[in-house]
T-cell receptor, first 115, second 116 residues
Framework: AQSVAQPEDQVNVAEGNPLTVKCTYSVSGNPYLFWYVQYPNRGLQFLLKYITGDNLVKGSYGFEAEFNKSQTSFHLKKPSALVSDSALYFC?????????????FGSGTRLLVRP | GAGVSQTPSNKVTEKGKYVELRCDPI?????LYWYRQSLGQGPEFLIY????????DSGLPNDRFFAVRPEGSVSTLKIQRTERGDSAVYLCASSLGTGRLPYEQYFGPGTRLTVT
């Protein structure tokens, strides 16, 4: 069965400091991996995805994520956090071998960037 | 361009009533998905359509839930005999299609359903 774990309910970081939001996954085959962000009273917004190739993926708003197959992880990173990055972040996975195209989401991590 | 829209944005209903939730996908997107998000949780898959047909409905919790997409565009999620446990935000998403490569899904703002 596919699953995603986001071990931190909340991450606190000071503006200007680097941030990391952790994600680990479990799939039978190889994964497609995604990060989405959710602002209050708004829908989920796509940030970035890993399909294949380079393990470092760059996305919107200066975010990037690193795929690590041996650790089954796909941590979200940003070199310098902004207060406006404060939001709820979701990691999601789809198994390449799954004939269904559904995404399996983690429970989310709240990022709080303090001024 | 216009994103995914969902109506109503909020729906309050009494236990036992029937509700319909509507989703308008992005024009040209052939794949449409419904998810449910409970408080403090990530979205949970319900059903997805490729064109007019439900390609995977394995996430529907029981037979009170049903969804249609008769013309391959707008979709309606229907819930019969609502229960308090159905209270959640219902999210709709669409994508360009389904193939070997995973097109990203674009989400609507959701419908917040409250069953009293």
């Amino acid at each position: 069965a596919q699953s995603v774990a986001q071990p931190e309910d909340q991450v606190n970081v000071a503006e200007g400091n680097p941030l990391t939001v952790k994600c680990t996954y479990s799939v039978s085959g190889n994964p497609y991996l995604f990060w989405y962000v959710q602002y209050p009273n708004r829908g989920l917004q796509f940030l970035l995805k890993y399909i294949t190739g380079d393990n470092l993926v760059k996305g919107s708003y200066g975010f990037e994520a690193e795929f690590n197959k041996s650790q089954t992880s796909f941590h979200l990173k940003k070199p310098s956090a902004l207060v406006s990055d404060s939001a709820l972040y979701f990691c999601a996975v789809r198994d390449m071998r799954d004939s269904s195209y559904k995404l399996i989401f983690g429970s989310g991590t709240r990022l709080l960037v303090r001024p | 361009g216009a994103g995914v829209s969902q109506t109503p944005s909020n729906k309050v209903t009494e236990k036992g009533k029937y509700v319909e939730l509507r989703c308008d996908p992005i024009s040209g997107h052939t794949a449409l998905y419904w998810y449910r998000q409970s408080l403090g949780q990530g979205p949970e898959f319900l059903i997805y359509f490729q064109g007019t047909g439900a390609a995977d409905d394995s996430g529907l919790p029981n037979d009170r839930f049903f969804a249609v997409r008769p013309e391959g565009s707008v979709s309606t999620l229907k819930i019969q005999r609502t229960e308090r446990g159905d209270s959640a935000v219902y999210l709709c998403a669409s994508s360009l299609g389904t193939g070997r490569l995973p097109y990203e899904q674009y989400f609507g703002p959701g419908t917040r359903l409250t069953v009293t």
